[in-house]
Each structure stands twice: as structure tokens, then as C-alpha cells.
């Protein structure tokens, strides 16, 4: 493993802005990786009313043209398993630049790559392309094909792996190198929860504020909604039974982001308008999700007095980002697992997650084995002075390796 190109790699990455919405020339970055080691390479671009007319389509969060992706493959000279290795270039933005201590273009300090994309997931991303270069330079004397999928628009909702997924670049084993670090270095996500956002409206009627009490106001029938909110959050998360999930404590959390309303301070406010998000637990499709929410929440509500009469429109928004979940024996757990023990002599852990990302679609719609493994802290992405250790992402990168070598040999495909 070369140290040195993956940490020049990493940065390099870090430094091409590649906010969701615009990552092309990330995309054209990584492609350029590939040419000289690649069996095949496969650079298009996917017109988003294509995928908006898709049934699977995730929904965005904003507005976009087209979905630029870069997939490559290296094929082994006997029959066997076709592995994916696969990570997002897309990131959120900067925000407050006077808030960072550190470049958020990217600048490494010591072991630490610190900046915008570092930990979520461009250093994953690198790691697992590093695997792919290791196993590309060892010759074609292997079972089966070993890809690698570089996909935009995972944060809003994964219109990237959908492209690669409908476009063929799929496999029967699929690791997504998203960070998964805990106290004690990188763990194996075998389960996460999805997410739903919503815009919910509620009525009431303006007065003047000296004269309150002919009024109703929207954000006091707010509260009735917020206090609904938390009593279906907490039997929904009552329900789960498995234990990664449950030791997260709130799994799937229900979060009220924005509140807007109002049109005059000497009113008695006459509408609201709350967006939130809702979690789908790991047993649910997004449909079954959005069935499920929308109808607890009306059924919460009925017999209220306000609420019978003015019923608050409960509109989906935004991306939908599924759920999944791999049995902890599969064998690809086991072999990243193995892997894992053979280069740093510790077995990780096997944990659920709070937060949607790429596996449910490779699950879900691609039909492979999938799980999460890569370098970093989730609590550092979308934070000021996100950063990714990287002596970290070249341990991650020789897991992956490892974890490819035991994939091809042992599953018997």
C-alpha cells in the first residue's frame, strides 16, 4: 500500500469542491485514477428527468440537470463472486469558514486530513480505491471481477447509485467505505435507519393582538402536533427489536428543523409551516414508511377539537433515504471481520446506525449483500473541522484488500 499517493490522493480529492449538485469534476478526478489499471471504465452522465421518472427515484435535495458517475472493473481469469467497492464524492457545504480552525479546502496536520468531504466519505472513497489499485496490480490470476462505483447525490438521497444500479454495475457482495469508526478504529455497520422529510401546515385564524382571544394561534396548535410527534417517535422506537439498533437508544428519531410563520408581530399568527424529519425503521420500505407516519399522525389527532375541522396538510418533501440491514453470519460480514483481525489484530465491532446512506439501495434495489465499513468518526461529518485520521484510511484500505482476497476465494460462487 502506498502511503503516500493515498494521503496526496485524499487531499487532492478534498481540494476539488464537490458539493451535492456539483461534483463533476470530482468524478473526472477519480475516472483518471482508473485509466492506467482498469480493465474497463465507464464515465456517464444520467439526465435527472430520467431518474425522476424512475420508480425507485430517492427524490433531492437540490436542484441538478444531470448525475455525472465513473464506474471500473478489473476481471479475474476464472469463474467467481463480483465484489463492489463503492463511496460518494458529493459533500455538503463549508458553511461559517470563520468558524473553522483548520483549511476547509483541505491541509493535513500531522496524521489528520482535515476538510470539507474528509471524513464523509472522500477519504473512504480513496481508501477503497487504493484496494482496487492494489488488487488491479497483482495481475488477473483471481476468481470473479472486483468494481468500484464512484457515485454523486448521496446526500440527497442517493440519485447516484441509483444510476449505477440501473445502468448494471452491480455485484453480489458491496461494501460502501462510509466512515464507521468508534473508540477503538473502524466497526462494521450491518444495519441502519432511513429518513423521511416533511413539510406539515397547520391553520389558524388571525386577530389582532390586542384582541388574542378571538384569534387562534397556529403556532399554540403547533405544540399539539409537536407533542403527537413525540408520543409516535417513542412507539415507534418501543417496537424495535434488534439489538444494534436498539443500542443506539433512538434509532429512529423524529426532528423538527425549521419552523416558519407568522406575518405581522402585532398579529395572532394565522399559519405555520414545520419541517421535519421522520425516521423509517430498518423492517420498512419507504412507501410502508410514509403509509405509516402519515396515517399514525392523522389518527393522533383526531377528536381534537382544532384539528377536526382545520387539518394540517402533511406534504413529503426532499429526498427519502431507505433503511437496510445484512445478517450479522453473512458471509461477507465475516470476511470483512477476518480482514479486519488480520491487519490490526482486532475483531470490530458489528453496530446499527441512526442515519440513512447508499446501502439501503444497493439492498434494496441492486439485491446484493451490503454493509459499511470506513475510516472516520461520523460525529466529524457535516462539522466545522471535519477531519479523517490517515493512518486510519491506509488500514481501512488493506482491510478492503484483505477483505476482497477472502471474498473470492471463500464463497464458493
Request: glycine share 10%.
Amino acid at each position: 500500500m502506498d502511503e503516500h499517493r493515498l494521503a496526496d490522493r485524499a487531499l487532492e480529492l478534498v481540494r476539488v469542491p464537490s458539493s451535492t449538485g456539483s461534483e463533476h469534476a470530482a468524478i473526472e478526478l477519480v475516472a483518471s485514477w482508473f485509466e492506467p489499471i482498469a480493465d474497463e471504465i465507464d464515465q456517464w452522465s444520467v439526465p435527472m428527468s430520467e431518474l425522476e421518472a424512475d420508480p425507485a427515484y430517492p427524490g433531492r435535495e437540490v436542484e441538478r440537470t444531470d448525475v455525472p458517475v465513473v464506474a471500473a472493473r478489473i476481471v479475474g481469469h476464472l469463474p467467481g463472486p463480483t465484489v463492489v467497492l463503492t463511496g460518494h464524492v458529493d459533500t455538503v457545504p463549508v458553511g461559517d469558514v470563520a468558524r473553522w480552525t483548520r483549511d476547509p479546502r483541505g491541509e493535513i496536520v500531522g496524521d489528520t486530513l482535515y476538510g470539507r468531504g474528509a471524513a464523509d466519505m472522500k477519504a473512504g472513497l480513496v481508501a477503497a480505491v487504493e484496494a482496487f489499485t492494489d488488487l488491479a496490480d497483482r495481475g488477473r490470476d483471481f476468481p470473479g471481477e472486483v468494481r468500484f462505483v464512484a457515485v454523486p447525490g448521496e446526500e440527497d438521497g442517493g440519485t447516484g447509485t441509483l444510476a449505477a444500479i440501473r445502468r448494471g454495475w452491480i455485484g453480489d457482495f458491496v461494501i460502501v467505505a462510509e466512515p464507521t469508526a468508534g473508540p477503538d478504529g473502524p466497526e462494521i455497520v450491518i444495519a441502519h435507519g432511513g429518513a423521511l422529510t416533511y413539510s406539515i401546515g397547520i391553520e389558524g385564524r388571525s386577530a389582532h393582538a390586542a384582541k388574542r382571544r378571538e384569534g387562534v394561534s397556529a403556532l399554540d396548535q403547533f405544540w399539539t402536533v409537536h407533542r403527537a410527534l413525540r408520543r409516535l417517535e417513542s412507539e415507534l422506537n418501543e417496537q424495535e427489536q434488534n439489538p444494534v439498533m436498539t443500542a443506539l437508544g433512538l434509532p429512529y428519531p423524529t426532528t423538527v428543523g425549521i419552523v416558519r410563520g407568522g406575518v405581522w408581530a402585532s398579529n395572532v399568527m394565522e399559519r405555520l409551516t414545520a419541517e421535519i424529519r421522520v425516521g423509517i425503521t430498518i423492517d420498512e420500505s419507504i412507501d410502508e414508511a410514509e403509509d405509516r407516519f402519515e396515517r399514525t399522525l392523522r389518527e393522533a389527532l383526531a377528536g381534537d377539537p382544532w384539528f377536526d375541522g382545520h387539518p394540517p396538510t402533511i406534504e413529503r418533501t426532499g429526498a427519502a433515504f431507505g433503511s437496510s440491514s445484512i445478517d450479522p453470519t453473512h458471509p461477507l460480514v465475516a470476511a470483512v471481520g477476518r480482514a479486519a483481525v488480520d491487519v490490526t489484530g482486532r475483531a470490530p465491532s458489528l453496530v446499527g446506525a441512526p442515519y440513512g446512506c447508499d446501502m439501503a439501495l444497493w439492498t434494496r434495489i441492486g439485491d446484493a449483500a451490503t454493509l459499511v465499513y470506513g475510516p472516520g468518526n461520523v460525529s466529524d461529518a457535516h462539522a466545522v473541522d471535519e477531519r479523517v485520521s490517515l493512518r486510519e484510511t491506509g488500514t481501512v484500505a488493506r482491510t478492503l484488500t484483505e477483505a476482497v482476497d477472502r471474498l473470492q476465494t471463500e464463497t464458493g460462487m
